[in-house]
T-cell receptor, first 112, second 113 residues
Framework: TAGITQAPTSQILAAGRSMTLRCTQDMRHNAMYWYRQDLGLGLRLIHYSNTAGTTGKGEVPDGYSVSRANTDDFPLTLASAVPSQTSVYFC???????????FGPGTRLTVL | GENVEQHPSTLSVQEGDSAVIKCTYSDSASNYFPWYKQELGKGPQLIIDIRSNVGEKKDQRIAVTLNKTAKHFSLHITETQPEDSAVYFCAATSSNSGYALNFGKGTSLLVTP
């Protein structure tokens, strides 16, 4: 099985432009998460969704929005990108709230 | 919210030696503590986890210990091999955070032959 896929693999984006990072899982997990990873800061939660139709804010939600229209997809949108959003973004999913989170391969985003 | 501290930030050991990485957490409600390994250019992968009703868990060369009273947990890797070289992250979670993981800042482990 594919597990979790993310697209694109990498992207260079001009400041002020919008972009949607895509995340799809085929494991029918009910919970999904978006993290950003920055050197020296580890992984920080942006947004999460415990089930389709619901979303919640994580530690660093400003400048990002998410939607969860169905179980499989959890896109992350940057409405107006800024250079501080340069990072590696990881999507993850889990079957139950306390169980293992499976991570995607990541999207490397550079905002110039 | 939960604050997870991880030490050391870098660790270099010789092949065959043991490696220990330590984490502390602040939220007494945290009840699930996973450890992730991240290789260069890849997403984190779970290597072992422990729940609050258990003090120690082993899986071949890796083990995790949990001290809930002191709010700290540790990862132990024995007989290290070069392929153990990676960045390791500890994390903690509870229902208070919607079960989203709160990560430590990571430990870069280098195992030299």
């Amino acid at each position: 099985t594919a597990g979790i896929t993310q697209a694109p693999t990498s992207q260079i984006l001009a400041a002020g432009r919008s972009m949607t990072l895509r995340c799809t899982q085929d494991m029918r997990h009910n919970a999904m998460y978006w993290y950003r990873q920055d050197l020296g800061l580890g992984l920080r939660l942006i947004h999460y969704s415990n089930t389709a139709g619901t979303t919640g804010k994580g530690e660093v939600p400003d400048g990002y929005s998410v939607s969860r229209a169905n179980t499989d997809d959890f896109p992350l949108t940057l409405a107006s990108a800024v250079p501080s959003q340069t990072s590696v973004y990881f999507c993850a999913s889990s079957d139950r709230g306390r169980s293992e989170q499976f991570f995607g391969p990541g999207t490397r985003l550079t905002v110039l | 919210g939960e604050n997870v501290e991880q030490h050391p930030s870098t660790l270099s050991v010789q092949e065959g030696d043991s490696a220990v990485i330590k984490c502390t957490y602040s939220d007494s409600a945290s009840n699930y503590f996973p450890w992730y390994k991240q290789e260069l250019g890849k997403g984190p992968q779970l290597i072992i986890d422990i729940r609050s009703n258990v003090g120690e868990k082993k899986d071949q060369r890796i083990a995790v210990t949990l001290n809930k009273t002191a709010k700290h947990f540790s990862l132990h890797i024995t007989e290290t091999q070069p392929e153990d070289s990676a960045v390791y992250f500890c994390a903690a979670t509870s229902s208070n955070s919607g079960y989203a993981l709160n990560f430590g800042k990571g430990t870069s482990l280098l195992v030299t032959p």
